[in-house]
C-alpha cells in the first residue's frame, strides 16, 4: 500500500494538478514510442512489431507513468492509495473486469460478428505478456484513479473528479491512435467504471482488477486485441472480429463497437443507481 509519510490536504490546487498530471502523461504518450524505438533498434534485433519491442515500449511509457504517478501521490499526500481491503478488492475487480469483457463479446457474437480461428500459443510468451499488461494497468491505475481522481475529488467533488479524470484517461488514449469517435465514447465509458470502482472500494484495488481482467481477457485470452490476429505475446484463443465496425469489425475492434458500449453500460449503471440511493437527500426547507 502506497502511504506517504503526511496525510492530508493536497499540497497543490486541484486544477493545478489538472493541468500538470495532463501535461506529463501526454508528453509520456507523445514521447515514449520515439524513444522505445531508439532503444530497440540499439538493444533488439527483432522488427518494431515483436514482443521485445513491446514490452520496451510498455516498460519506457507506463513506467515513466508509474514513476510520475507515485511522486504526485507522495507530493499531494494521498492516503490508502490500493484501498482498505485490496487482497480482495482486486480479484473481485477481475471476475468484474473479465466478465465484462466476456459481455460485450457475447454481443458482439449475437450480432454475428465473432470469427473463430485456430490459436497456439506459447505458455512462456502468455506468461510474460501478463507482466506487461499487469505493469501498463498498474501505471494507468495509480496515475489517474490512484493521483488525480482523488485530488480532483476532494475539491470538486466525486462525481465532477470521476467524470473529468475519465475524460483525460479517454483523450490520452486518444494521443495513443484511438480514432472513432465511439471509440473516445467507451474510453469515456470505461474510465467512468473504473472511478467508481475505485470510489467504491476507497482506492485502486478494485479498478485495477477490472481493468487488468478486461485487458488480459482481451489480448492474452480470446486474442481480440489487435484485430484481426493475435498480439506479439499470442493468445489462448483467437477471436476475430468481422463485418460492420459497430460491432467490432475494424482495426479498432471491440473498442468501436456497440457490443462494448452496451456492456459498459450494464457495468457502470449498478454502480451509479447504488451511489446515488446512497447519496443523503436534500433537507427540506
Given at each position: 500500500?502506497?502511504?506517504?509519510?503526511?496525510?492530508?490536504?493536497?499540497?497543490?490546487?486541484?486544477?493545478?494538478?489538472?493541468?500538470?498530471?495532463?501535461?506529463?502523461?501526454?508528453?509520456?504518450?507523445?514521447?515514449?514510442?520515439?524513444?522505445?524505438?531508439?532503444?530497440?533498434?540499439?538493444v533488439l534485433t527483432g522488427d518494431g512489431s515483436d514482443a521485445g519491442f513491446e514490452a520496451l515500449f510498455t516498460l519506457i511509457v507506463s513506467g515513466a507513468m508509474l514513476?510520475?504517478?507515485?511522486?504526485?501521490?507522495?507530493?499531494?499526500?494521498?492516503?490508502?492509495?490500493?484501498?482498505?481491503?485490496?487482497?480482495?478488492?482486486?480479484?473481485?475487480?477481475?471476475?468484474?473486469?473479465?466478465?465484462?469483457?466476456?459481455?460485450?463479446?457475447?454481443?458482439?457474437?449475437?450480432?454475428?460478428?465473432?470469427?473463430?480461428?485456430?490459436?497456439?500459443?506459447?505458455?512462456?510468451?502468455?506468461?510474460?505478456?501478463?507482466?506487461?499488461?499487469?505493469?501498463?494497468?498498474?501505471?494507468?491505475?495509480?496515475?489517474?484513479?490512484?493521483?488525480?481522481?482523488?485530488?480532483?475529488?476532494?475539491?470538486?467533488?466525486?462525481?465532477?473528479?470521476?467524470?473529468?479524470?475519465?475524460?483525460?484517461?479517454?483523450?490520452?488514449?486518444?494521443?495513443?491512435?484511438?480514432?472513432?469517435?465511439?471509440?473516445?465514447?467507451?474510453?469515456?465509458?470505461?474510465?467512468?467504471?473504473?472511478?467508481?470502482?475505485?470510489?467504491?472500494?476507497?482506492?485502486?484495488?478494485?479498478?485495477?482488477?477490472?481493468?487488468?481482467?478486461?485487458?488480459?481477457?482481451?489480448?492474452?485470452?480470446?486474442?481480440?486485441?489487435?484485430?484481426?490476429?493475435?498480439?506479439?505475446?499470442?493468445?489462448?484463443?483467437?477471436?476475430?472480429?468481422?463485418?460492420?465496425?459497430?460491432?467490432?469489425?475494424?482495426?479498432?475492434?471491440?473498442?468501436?463497437?456497440?457490443?462494448?458500449?452496451?456492456?459498459?453500460?450494464?457495468?457502470?449503471?449498478?454502480?451509479?443507481?447504488?451511489?446515488?440511493?446512497?447519496?443523503?437527500?436534500?433537507?427540506?426547507?
Amino acid at each position: 500500500m502506497l502511504t506517504p509519510p503526511a496525510a492530508g490536504k493536497a499540497a497543490l490546487p486541484a486544477w493545478i494538478v489538472l493541468i500538470v498530471a495532463t501535461a506529463i502523461i501526454a508528453a509520456i504518450v507523445l514521447l515514449g514510442p520515439t524513444l522505445a524505438g531508439k532503444l530497440a533498434a540499439m538493444v533488439l534485433t527483432g522488427d518494431g512489431s515483436d514482443a521485445g519491442f513491446e514490452a520496451l515500449f510498455t516498460l519506457i511509457v507506463s513506467g515513466a507513468m508509474l514513476i510520475a504517478a507515485i511522486a504526485g501521490i507522495i507530493l499531494c499526500r494521498e492516503r490508502a492509495v490500493l484501498g482498505t481491503r485490496p487482497w480482495l478488492g482486486f480479484p473481485v475487480g477481475l471476475l468484474l473486469g473479465s466478465g465484462g469483457l466476456g459481455l460485450a463479446v457475447a454481443y458482439a457474437a449475437l450480432a454475428g460478428a465473432v470469427v473463430p480461428l485456430v490459436a497456439r500459443p506459447d505458455p512462456l510468451m502468455l506468461i510474460a505478456g501478463l507482466g506487461v499488461v499487469l505493469l501498463q494497468v498498474a501505471a494507468e491505475e495509480a496515475y489517474f484513479r490512484g493521483w488525480l481522481q482523488p485530488v480532483l475529488a476532494r475539491v470538486w467533488g466525486a462525481p465532477a473528479a470521476v467524470a473529468v479524470t475519465a475524460l483525460v484517461f479517454a483523450l490520452v488514449h486518444c494521443l495513443g491512435g484511438a480514432r472513432a469517435p465511439l471509440t473516445l465514447v467507451n474510453l469515456l465509458l470505461g474510465g467512468v467504471w473504473f472511478g467508481l470502482l475505485a470510489l467504491r472500494g476507497g482506492g485502486i484495488a478494485r479498478a485495477a482488477g477490472a481493468h487488468f481482467g478486461w485487458n488480459a481477457a482481451e489480448q492474452l485470452l480470446l486474442g481480440l486485441d489487435p484485430n484481426p490476429g493475435v498480439g506479439s505475446f499470442g493468445s489462448v484463443f483467437d477471436l476475430d472480429l468481422v463485418g460492420s465496425a459497430l460491432w467490432g469489425g475494424s482495426a479498432e475492434g471491440l473498442n468501436a463497437s456497440l457490443a462494448m458500449t452496451m456492456a459498459l453500460v450494464v457495468l457502470v449503471a449498478p454502480l451509479l443507481i447504488h451511489r446515488r440511493l446512497r447519496s443523503p437527500a436534500p433537507a427540506m426547507a
